[in-house]
């Protein structure tokens, strides 16, 4: 590949990309259309220090576009893992950090409730574990933290029901539908029982139901 001589000291030593975020091959007509503008801007200074200065600029300009694209590609590839879409990740990152961290403390603290000897048949001392079982378990369904002081609790309930719901498009609706999920709405005990549906996203079958009566043979076995 023949480079011209003018072009040789301004090569950038990172890859090129577009504005779109394409690869620029080295070689091909993308390629010298930028470093002809490039050396139109350089040769257009009046100093040697203003060239370096439009050199240095041009390389860190094309160092941020690569950074911002691999921070864009590695958005995206979270929120393939996670199974939902770029704008709604972070919603759905703190609904899978909240259950996991619920779920561990609902573990612990019940595994110790559950797991401390009992002297004899000490029956006051059983009726205070079941008070104190019954009182996490109030808070655990209310989505608060159970060393939560009560009204520390109240307000963060308040606060939650007040929350405005966010809408969700269908496209996010179809990355986040999980058919063999159970469906959560049936589960009485579910602190999330006050917003189901932005959770568990359902749709309708997609098998559709055919109630026209048309004639044919019966299937009744007598």
């Not at 690869?23 to 040697?48: E, K, V």
């Not at 094309?62 to 704008?87: F, M, P």
């Not at 959770?199 to 055919?210: A, G, L, T, Y």
Request: net charge positive; hydrophobic share 25%; charged share 35%.
């Amino acid at each position: 590949m023949f480079i011209p001589y003018k072009y040789r000291d301004i090569i950038p030593k990172d890859p090129l990309y577009t504005d779109t975020g394409d690869y620029i091959r080295p070689g091909s007509r993308s390629w010298f259309t930028y470093m002809c503008n490039l050396h139109r801007r350089i040769s257009s200074a009046t100093t040697s220090q203003e060239r370096k200065y439009l050199l240095q600029s041009e390389q860190e300009r094309e160092r941020e576009t690569r950074e911002l694209l691999q921070k864009e590609q590695a958005i995206k590839a979270e929120a393939q893992y996670y199974g939902t879409s770029v704008h709604t990740l972070s919603r759905r990152r703190h609904a899978s950090k909240m259950l996991t961290g619920k779920t561990r403390h609902f573990h612990e603290r019940m595994n110790y409730l559950t797991t401390t000897p009992l002297k004899g048949k000490d029956v006051i001392r059983h009726a205070e574990l079941n008070a104190e079982m019954e009182s996490f378990e109030l808070y655990y369904n209310s989505g608060v933290n159970f060393n939560e002081r009560s009204k520390q609790a109240t307000r963060k309930i308040r606060k939650e029901k007040e929350k405005k719901k966010e809408i969700t498009s269908d496209d996010t609706k179809e990355l986040e539908h999980r058919p063999k999920k159970c469906n959560t709405a049936l589960v009485a005990n579910n602190f999330f029982h006050t917003d189901e549906d932005r959770h568990k996203r359902n749709r309708p079958s997609e098998v559709s139901v055919d109630t026209t009566a048309v004639a044919g043979p019966s299937r009744i076995k007598f």
